[in-house]
């Protein structure tokens, strides 16, 4: 995407609502509030006036109108916003009349946010923040946007920075002073309980997974044998009809998901087929996905059939490296269903009839304390996107690297060492080196955003 000049203008407010918000961002943005509405309002005050189409006087609507000069505004520029009556006709209307002004066209996707980056009113974890406020769907997605939204994300990453900026300059001091006898040495005995430090900070960061979790949901994955109920159960717990039930052997060969909300979390429940020796290669591929999906979970439910006898007393063969394994005992309506005692290799057990929703809120309950406990704390800054994943983990390495040298290195490698680390760490926030990834951030906002 490449952003042009000159002022643009969008609807920033959805559709179909009673209000619509148009907003003006450039330097013609006060020429083109006069020209529609006469005069300009006194800055950051909102005041009533009367639209009209510049080029034959008619009278376009009548709404309020709000005047933020630059730089003290949203996008670092002049801008101003109308509010006007949110009918089709209406929006259309002022838009052509704003359009038909010299030096505004439409804003092009993600522009607003765009040009408040470029103008330092935000980083790029902030834009990105903002995207996920807009796309939030539960309150955890809400709390953890607005955490990244406000800066808190970028403040973290630019106080590592700022403390990387003074390990480097004391290593440099060495370099300056090469000549002294001390200097170096204790230049390197200062900084490195500082770059010690730094590195532990990011290597906790880039464990802490809670704030992957809330942005892109929990993944619980229901896994069991065939015919014991697990198409039934993603059923019943997502109150809908999402897969095919039949009492054949098999018949789930593909992996289906629901999204969840569960207690302000989001929660993907995944159906998978039933794992057992495949009887044909359509099967055997939908078995392959099931182990693959399984071994991506936070949580695997394994469903037995209680009708037919007590569960395995070993852990079912399944590759799920962290994920809790609970017990979910299903057709307990089975005139022959025995409730299970629990087994070894279970975390919890649950006793439920998916044909009739016995013990189903006990289970959903248990599900969204899980969650709610493995997404505790994750409010505060998280590294919960690849990008910033990616630039943690260079500037981990490049820390990594200087501590297991930190007697051999020059001061000079040493020194370059700290400095790629700073710039990966720059790139996270958009400080240093952003131009590619502009088009990739931006790519997320809807126009007028």
């Given at each position: 995407?490449?952003?042009?000049?000159?002022?643009?203008?969008?609807?920033?407010?959805?559709?179909?609502?009673?209000?619509?918000?148009?907003?003006?961002?450039?330097?013609?943005?006060?020429?083109?509030?006069?020209?529609?509405?006469?005069?300009?309002?006194?800055?950051?005050?909102?005041?009533?006036?009367?639209?009209?189409?510049?080029?034959?006087?008619?009278?376009?609507?009548?709404?309020?109108?709000?005047?933020?000069?630059?730089?003290?505004?949203?996008?670092?520029?002049?801008?101003?916003?109308?509010q006007?009556?949110?009918?089709?006709?209406?929006?259309?209307?002022?838009?052509?009349?704003?359009?038909?002004?010299?030096?505004?066209?439409?804003?092009?996707?993600?522009?607003?946010?765009?040009?408040?980056?470029?103008?330092?009113?935000?980083?790029l974890?902030?834009?990105?923040?903002?995207?996920?406020?807009?796309?939030?769907?539960?309150?955890?997605?809400?709390?953890?946007?607005?955490?990244?939204?406000?800066?808190?994300?970028?403040?973290?990453?630019?106080?590592?920075?700022?403390?990387?900026?003074?390990?480097?300059?004391?290593?440099?001091?060495?370099i300056?002073?090469?000549?002294?006898?001390?200097?170096?040495?204790?230049?390197?005995?200062?900084?490195?309980?500082?770059?010690?430090?730094?590195?532990a900070?990011?290597?906790a960061?880039?464990?802490?997974?809670?704030?992957?979790?809330?942005?892109?949901?929990?993944?619980?994955?229901?896994?069991?044998?065939?015919?014991?109920?697990?198409?039934?159960?993603?059923?019943?717990?997502?109150?809908?009809?999402?897969?095919?039930?039949?009492?054949?052997?098999?018949?789930?060969?593909?992996?289906?998901?629901?999204?969840?909300?569960?207690?302000?979390?989001?929660?993907?429940?995944?159906?998978?087929?039933?794992?057992?020796?495949?009887?044909?290669?359509?099967?055997?591929?939908?078995?392959?996905?099931?182990r693959?999906?399984?071994?991506?979970?936070?949580?695997?439910?394994?469903?037995?059939?209680?009708?037919?006898?007590?569960?395995?007393?070993?852990?079912?063969?399944?590759?799920?490296?962290?994920?809790?394994?609970?017990?979910?005992?299903?057709?307990?309506?089975?005139?022959?269903?025995?409730?299970?005692?629990?087994?070894?290799?279970?975390?919890?057990?649950?006793s439920?009839?998916?044909?009739?929703?016995?013990?189903?809120?006990?289970?959903t309950?248990?599900?969204?304390?899980?969650?709610?406990?493995?997404?505790?704390?994750?409010e505060?800054?998280?590294?919960?996107?690849?990008?910033?994943?990616?630039?943690?983990?260079?500037?981990?390495?490049?820390?990594?690297?200087?501590?297991?040298?930190?007697?051999?290195?020059?001061?000079?490698?040493?020194?370059?060492?700290?400095?790629?680390?700073?710039?990966?760490?720059?790139?996270?926030?958009?400080?240093?080196?952003?131009?590619?990834?502009?088009?990739?951030?931006?790519?997320?906002?809807?126009?007028?955003?």
């Amino acid at each position: 995407m490449t952003s042009g000049g000159g002022t643009i203008a969008a609807v920033s407010s959805g559709s179909g609502g009673a209000v619509a918000v148009i907003r003006i961002s450039g330097p013609a943005a006060g020429p083109a509030v006069r020209a529609l509405a006469g005069r300009l309002p006194e800055p950051r005050r909102a005041a009533l006036a009367r639209l009209r189409n510049p080029g034959d006087g008619e009278l376009l609507d009548e709404g309020l109108v709000l005047w933020f000069p630059g730089p003290r505004s949203a996008t670092g520029e002049d801008m101003a916003e109308l509010q006007i009556h949110g009918g089709r006709a209406v929006v259309t209307a002022v838009l052509a009349a704003l359009f038909a002004l010299p030096g505004l066209r439409p804003a092009e996707p993600g522009e607003f946010t765009r040009r408040a980056f470029l103008n330092g009113r935000m980083d790029l974890t902030q834009a990105e923040g903002l995207a996920d406020l807009i796309a939030a769907e539960t309150e955890g997605q809400r709390r953890l946007a607005f955490a990244h939204a406000f800066g808190h994300l970028g403040q973290r990453v630019e106080e590592w920075r700022r403390r990387l900026i003074r390990a480097m300059a004391l290593i440099e001091a060495g370099i300056d002073f090469a000549e002294e006898d001390d200097v170096p040495a204790e230049a390197r005995a200062l900084a490195r309980p500082e770059v010690t430090a730094l590195l532990a900070e990011l290597q906790a960061a880039l464990a802490d997974r809670r704030g992957a979790m809330v942005r892109e949901g929990a993944l619980v994955a229901i896994a069991g044998v065939p015919n014991a109920g697990k198409s039934s159960l993603l059923n019943a717990l997502a109150a809908r009809d999402v897969a095919i039930v039949s009492d054949e052997p098999g018949t789930t060969r593909d992996v289906l998901e629901v999204a969840l909300d569960l207690g302000g979390h989001k929660v993907t429940l995944v159906d998978t087929a039933g794992l057992r020796m495949a009887e044909g290669k359509v099967e055997a591929e939908g078995i392959r996905r099931a182990r693959a999906r399984i071994a991506e979970a936070d949580l695997v439910l394994w469903v037995h059939d209680a009708a037919g006898g007590p569960p395995p007393v070993e852990r079912p063969e399944i590759e799920a490296e962290g994920a809790e394994l609970w017990l979910v005992a299903n057709k307990l309506d089975a005139p022959s269903a025995a409730a299970p005692m629990g087994s070894g290799w279970a975390g919890q057990s649950f006793s439920v009839s998916a044909k009739f929703g016995t013990g189903l809120d006990a289970l959903t309950e248990a599900v969204g304390a899980f969650v709610a406990e493995r997404a505790r704390g994750s409010e505060h800054p998280a590294l919960i996107r690849e990008r910033h994943r990616a630039s943690a983990a260079e500037a981990a390495g490049r820390l990594g690297f200087a501590l297991d040298r930190w007697d051999h290195l020059d001061d000079e490698l040493m020194a370059e060492e700290l400095r790629l680390a700073g710039r990966a760490l720059g790139r996270m926030t958009g400080a240093i080196g952003v131009e590619d990834l502009l088009d990739v951030v931006f790519r997320e906002f809807c126009i007028g955003k």
